[in-house]
């Protein structure tokens, strides 16, 4: 969900890792919907509150260390699409932060302990519960 009521631009991009559907609703009509559905607004406000959640969440690993960010970020991509991430080595890094050999050097090391496989715009986690060290839970 993003929503720019009242701004001429929006207040941040996005890029669909599967298919999606984008909708547009002019302001008003967002608003009778508000007033006149207190069941959809009452889950949209749950959806809000979850998204905002995960997103302090996720502020909190990009101040690790570029391994264990890389770790704790495709734990999150589990939590979002299951042990098949489709995901490339490029889009992943840029998500991470990180640089793109830094991204394929970590990805290398989960590779040869058996964490992970990695093919052309996908990551498969093998071993999920070896991606979080004991100490981070």
Same mark, same amino acid.
């Given at each position: *969900? &993003?929503?720019?009521?009242?701004?001429?631009?929006?207040?941040?991009?996005?890029?669909? &890792?599967?298919?999606?559907?984008?909708?547009?609703?002019?302001?008003?009509?967002?608003?009778?919907?508000? %007033?006149?559905?207190?069941?959809?607004?009452?889950? +949209?406000? $749950? *959806?809000?509150?979850?998204? !905002?959640?995960?997103? /302090?969440?996720?502020?909190? /690993?990009?101040?690790?260390?570029?391994? +264990?960010? @890389?770790? @704790? /970020?495709?734990?999150?991509?589990?939590?979002?699409?299951? +042990?098949? /991430?489709?995901?490339?080595?490029?889009?992943?890094?840029?998500?991470?932060? !990180?640089?793109? $050999?830094? *991204?394929?050097?970590? @990805?290398?090391?989960?590779?040869?302990? #058996?964490?992970?496989?990695?093919?052309?715009? *996908?990551?498969?986690?093998?071993?999920? #519960?070896? +991606?979080?060290?004991? %100490?981070?839970?």
């Amino acid at each position: *969900c &993003m929503f720019s009521h009242d701004h001429p631009t929006y207040p941040g991009t996005a890029a669909a &890792m599967t298919p999606a559907v984008v909708v547009r609703v002019p302001a008003p009509a967002f608003a009778r919907w508000m %007033n006149d559905d207190a069941q959809g607004a009452r889950r +949209l406000a $749950e *959806c809000l509150t979850k998204r !905002l959640r995960d997103s /302090i969440g996720l502020q909190a /690993i990009f101040a690790e260390r570029s391994e +264990l960010r @890389l770790r @704790l /970020i495709l734990d999150w991509l589990t939590g979002k699409f299951g +042990l098949e /991430i489709p995901i490339s080595r490029t889009l992943l890094a840029e998500f991470a932060g !990180l640089r793109p $050999e830094t *991204c394929s050097r970590v @990805l290398s090391g989960l590779r040869r302990d #058996g964490i992970v496989s990695v093919s052309p715009g *996908c990551i498969k986690v093998l071993l999920p #519960g070896r +991606l979080r060290p004991p %100490n981070s839970r």
